[in-house]
């Protein structure tokens, strides 16, 4: 063991220590794998969609600006799900990931917000979309400075804390998919409140439900319903995007207690589980004996008996 260690002490000595060494390129920059960069692309695509969606929202044009949100937030669920597929995770694509969620999910929105109707506040309209924007930040730093906790239970995989950022930015934009449909234009008092009550639950500690260790797997005789489900879907989405979104967005908050709950039941079936293992095993019961009574049998000869 120590030849061995004074040989790769040896070998470290040894590399070269110049940057222009052709052997030292070689081996700081290594070729890296297509599939790794795959996921990055689609989080850059997600990037140039928020940042088209504020360019957009400056032109007035609020219909295609909330187009490319929902398409970033489309892209944020796929790019995930690529890298696991194709094994294409890093640490690299984690942060530009979470970059790019603060972008598209927190300084998009409420700068689409505010151009569409928060400026009619000056200040205070501008510090919603503010709080709003910097909600997102936070929500997305307290999720990567949790996800390894070691002290969170099981089941709390399949929850996040708080509202997290896509399914934020689609809610707090509620407003706007409803006088896309002819509803009257709330007050912009009442749409500041609405953005921060969303701000607020994206930072609260809310168990919300997020399926991610749902089995994935589709029984083979419902390949074909599901494909022609998710067409149905998207031609909806298509047709009828407004339409879609308000009712996806009122049915997301109304699901939100549901979540509350079914977190909060199996956290008291575990700590029923847990003080059940801790409790002491109960003491065995006394057994009776009845006292043996003489009988006139017992009273007779042994040679009779």
Known sequence: MAEQGDACYIERAMMPTD???PEYRRRRFRPIPVRMLVPNMITLLAICAGLTAIRLSTEGRMELAVAAIVFAAVLDGIDGRVARMIKGQSKFGAELDSLADFVNFGVAPGLILYFWQLHELNNGGWIAAMVFAISGGLRLARFNASIDDPNKPA???????G???PAGAITVLLPIYLAFLGVPMPPATLTAFYTLLI???MVSRLPVFSGKTVKMRVPPEMVLPVFVSVVFFVALLIGYPWHILSAGTAAYLISLP???KSYRDQERSLAAQELAARAPPPAAAPT???P???TEEDDRPAHLH
């Open 19 to 21: 940057p222009s060494s």
């Open 155 to 161: 089941f709390a995989a399949n929850y996040f804390t």
């Open 163 to 165: 509202v997290p950022a």
């Open 199 to 201: 701000a607020f639950l």
């Open 258 to 260: 549901w979540g509350w």
């Open 288 to 290: 009776y004996t009845a």
């Open 292 to 294: 043996v009574t003489k």
